[in-house]
């Protein structure tokens, strides 16, 4: 068994990493972006591997839970029973009911939302993955708000706390006019489509000429992520199950008619650059090194001091334009 699966299997472990245990994944999948069978091993996360495709580099998730299977893991383990899920420290996230994680959670949005409130104050703008709206928050201008959310707590939230149209449904159930949004704005959502082509057709075709897309996701080639592998604290297979890099995420994107301008690592701005996480990640990084000899000697640390803290690189967002 590998360090990591002895790792997992401790008290310590397992009440974060259980989550990934939930349902048994069903579907075998081959390179989502060009099809290819040809894959080799990156590295593994208990049931599910972690591959990279021979052809295009693409890294992804196989074997995956099925459309059924993520409809039911959302549903019970997220949208109903646990909106507020906990990080890798054991914090909870909830930005409907506590006002400063909402505050903290807007700033770390600070990317989006400066290139949006530059580029537009007056049009349409369309959130796909809208949760508690905290994009629209820090929105201005007078401008006429759309969301797609599965989650109907946060789109009944959403729709009465901004006013805005929101669609309670998968992205794939989703219809509006061709060229209908100044603005497309998909934050932490790609990373988790099935079939990422007929989403971003779809995105291209909402779209205006011109008109401004965000996209932001985890980067699993950043450094910190190839330094960590299975330990990278954004690893998530039930959800996350196309591990996207700076080359494979621009190149897909651009071959749905955009131009890509630039491609953001938001960190300096967020609550996550401060001292306390620059010590951690030194901690951390020995703690890396020495977690065999812990484990032979049955010491296994929690997991803040195993899986990787946040870092520059971590994500990214991507400014693009429809050509």
């Known amino acids: ?24 994944p069903e579907e075998e999948t081959d390179c989502p972006l060009c099809g290819s069978k040809e894959k080799c091993l990156w590295y593994s996360l208990g049931q599910f591997n972690a591959y990279t495709c021979m052809h295009c580099r693409m890294k992804y998730i196989s074997p995956r839970l099925s459309q059924a299977q993520i409809s039911e893991y959302y549903n019970k383990s997220i949208l109903d029973k646990n909106t507020y899920e906990k990080d890798v420290e054991g ?126 996701s985890p980067n699993w080639g950043g450094m910190i992520s190839k330094i960590y592998k299975e330990y990278f604290r954004l690893n998530d297979p039930c959800q996350h199950i196309i591990l996207w890099e ?14 890509v301008k630039k491609i953001h690592f938001p960190y300096f701005k967020t609550e996550y650059f401060n001292i306390y996480e620059v010590k951690r990640l030194f901690r951390n990084t020995l703690y890396q090194v020495l977690l065999p000899i812990f484990i032979k000697l049955k010491y296994f640390p929690k997991p803040e001091k195993v899986f990787s803290p946040p870092f520059l690189g971590n994500t990214m967002v991507v400014e693009a334009y429809k050509k």
């Not at 068994?1 to 989550?19: H, I, N, V, W």
């Not at 700076?246 to 190149?251: I, S, V, W």
């Open 246 to 259: 700076r080359n494979t995420l621009e190149k897909f994107i651009e071959a749905h008619g955009f131009r």
């Open 91 to 216: 914090n909870i996230h909830d930005v409907i009911g506590d006002s400063g994680e909402r505050r903290r959670k807007i700033g770390d949005r600070h990317c989006e939302l400066e290139i949006t409130n530059q580029f537009i104050r007056k049009g349409r703008v369309l959130d796909i993955g809208c949760s508690a709206g905290l994009y629209f928050e820090g929105l201005k201008g007078q401008l006429e708000l759309y969301g797609i959310e599965m989650s109907k707590i946060d789109a009944d939230y959403t729709r009465k706390r901004f006013n805005a149209e929101i669609k309670s449904c998968d992205i794939t159930e989703a219809t509006y006019p061709n060229e209908y949004f100044n603005v497309i704005n998909m934050t932490y959502v790609i990373e988790h489509l099935l079939y990422p082509k007929p989403v971003m057709e779809k995105v291209t075709t909402w779209l205006k000429k011109d008109g401004l897309l965000l996209v932001s």
């Open 1 to 24: 068994m590998s360090t990591f699966g002895k790792y997992c299997a401790s008290p310590q472990a397992r009440e974060f990493l259980d989550q990934w245990n939930y349902l048994n």
